[in-house]
Structure formats: C-alpha cells, structure tokens
C-alpha cells in the first residue's frame, strides 16, 4: 500500500482531520505572532520599531511566497480534470494556502506596514505613497487569486495555464518596485 500524501500518522492530507490540525497550526502561530506584538508594545522596547520593522518583513515574505506559489497551483491544476482526484488535491492545496497563509500573512503586512508608515514617516515622501499604491496592486493581485480559488472549487470557469504564467510575474514585479522603493527612496 502506498504511503504517498499520508501525513505521519496515516492520515491523508486531503482528509477533514489534516484540515483541522493545520488550521489549529496556523491559529496557534497567529496567536504567538499576535503576543509577541502585544508584549512589544507593552513592554516598549528602546528598538521598538526595529521589531515592528523585522515582523512586518516576515509576513511580506510569507505573503509573497503565497503569492508567487498561487498561481503555479493554478497551473496545474488548469490541467487537471475537474472533479478528479488530482482536481479535488489541488483545491484543498489553494484553499489552505489562502486561508492559513496568504489572509492573514496579508493582514499582518497591512496592519504592521500602515503602523510603521504613520508612527515613522507620518504618511509623508513620495516613495511612501508609491509603495501603498503598489501594495494596493499586491492586494489586488491576491483577491483576484481569491476569487480563481473560489472558481476553482466550483469547477467553473478556469483561466489558460499560459494566463496564469503571466499573472505570476506580477506579484514578482511589484514585489521589485515595492523593495526599490523602500531600500533606495528615489523620490
């Protein structure tokens, strides 16, 4: 028998069970990352913000690795029959990334980045205002993902594989400019 797509305790990944353990998973790691803030900003550290800084930088990455893993997802399963059991793997997949991953790595990057724009810059430099229209793009970017995950799962309407090559560049690009912008502060 195959042990293929079974977790260390024989349970398949696509099962109810695996469901619920990674979004308790994830849950709990939320929960952390929420005290680690609290504690932050109870405590007030003299280098505060370097923290804020540091933990906004991780949920862009974990934003930006679900972002450019996404449509890859979608690549693949464009190929996939629907209703087989290839198709109902990979809507399992997108599903989990984008609730367990994406939302809340997203949030995470809005709530932290939007603080650190008010309590540092004052919301004032071109550069800023570049990159929040950028990240409005990103987050644009990911509802339209969103919404190809909600597709997906009804098995209507897909996009061509060679349509969801393109859209991965896109968070790539905006991901440059978004980096250019902080780093460099051109304007």
């Known amino acids: 028998m195959s042990t293929a797509g079974r977790d260390g305790d024989g349970s398949r990944q696509t099962d109810a069970p695996a469901g619920r353990k990674s979004r308790l998973r994830a849950f709990v790691a939320l ?7 609290v504690g932050l900003i109870a405590w007030q550290p003299a280098d505060l913000m370097l923290w804020i800084k540091a933990l906004h930088v991780i949920a862009v990455i974990s934003w930006m690795a679900g972002l450019l893993y996404m449509p890859r997802l979608f690549i693949y399963h464009t190929d996939a ?11 399992v997949m997108e599903q989990r990334l ?6 809340p790595a997203m949030m995470i990057t809005w709530t932290l980045g939007l603080y650190l724009a008010w309590s540092v810059y004052g919301f004032q430099g071109g550069w800023l205002h570049a990159k929040i229209l950028a990240v409005i793009l990103l987050t644009a970017v990911h509802l339209h993902y969103a919404d190809a995950v909600g597709r997906f799962s009804r ?5 061509t594989a060679r349509y969801w ?6 968070p790539t690009v905006l991901m440059i400019v978004i980096v250019i912008l902080v780093i460099v502060k051109p304007f």
Request: no cysteine; proline share 3%.
């Open 165 to 170: 090559r393109l859209m991965n560049e896109v």
């Open 31 to 37: 929960s952390v990352l929420v005290a680690i803030v």
């Open 155 to 159: 098995d209507s309407a897909r996009r």
């Open 98 to 103: 984008l609730k367990v991953i994406m939302r």
């Open 81 to 91: 029959e629907p209703g087989s059991q290839t198709s109902e793997t990979f809507k």
